[in-house]
């Protein structure tokens, strides 16, 4: 028996989690590819994504919206551009539940941050994030529209990345 089979689905917590959209001087959103392309199940084109991360118990979701980002880029000169009204959330396919996050999330309730990057393209470091203390969660990287994101995310994490287009899409190029 499963865990999902002892407990049910909808009685899973989400996981409390930021997410940023990191905005270039162009008004071009920062996107990585996934270095574990294939653990979400949609297979090549669809493993790009936005940096985003866990809160730790009792942490300011926008001091972990700067540390996440930290972490998996090395990206430290940023501005806060504006945080998106209320928390945007999405369920695991059912047959992840049970392989993320030991089976205790039913999926990510997420607050997102519009971030102005204030450094130089030559300081982003997705091989060796955060000097080289944190594990790669990116392969590749690159700008692009906002408003192509939600084509690019595994479809579970489209409506998310729909929401996150509409709070944001006045900052965009």
């Known amino acids: 028996m499963s865990k999902t089979d002892k407990i049910k689905v909808e009685d899973l917590p989400y996981r409390h989690c930021v997410g940023i959209a990191l905005f270039n001087r162009e008004g071009l959103v920062w996107v990585g590819r996934r270095s574990d392309e294939d653990a979400e199940g949609e297979g090549k084109g669809h493993w790009w994504q936005m940096p985003q991360g866990g809160l730790d118990k ?64 030559s300081e982003i470091d997705v091989l060796h994030p955060g000097g080289g203390k944190h594990q790669s969660e990116f392969t590749a990287w690159r700008w692009e529209r906002l408003e192509r994101l939600p084509e690019l995310i595994v479809s579970f994490k489209r409506g998310v990345y729909e929401e996150v287009v509409a709070a944001f899409k006045h900052i965009g190029a």
């Open 58 to 121: 009792g942490e300011d979701p926008y001091k972990a919206a700067l540390r996440e980002l930290y972490e998996e880029t090395s990206v430290a000169r940023t501005s806060l551009i504006e945080e998106a009204p209320g928390w945007f959330a999405y369920d695991l396919p059912i047959d992840l539940i049970p392989t993320s996050w030991n089976g205790k999330y039913r999926g990510q309730k997420q607050k997102w941050f519009a971030l102005r990057f204030e450094g130089d393209d």
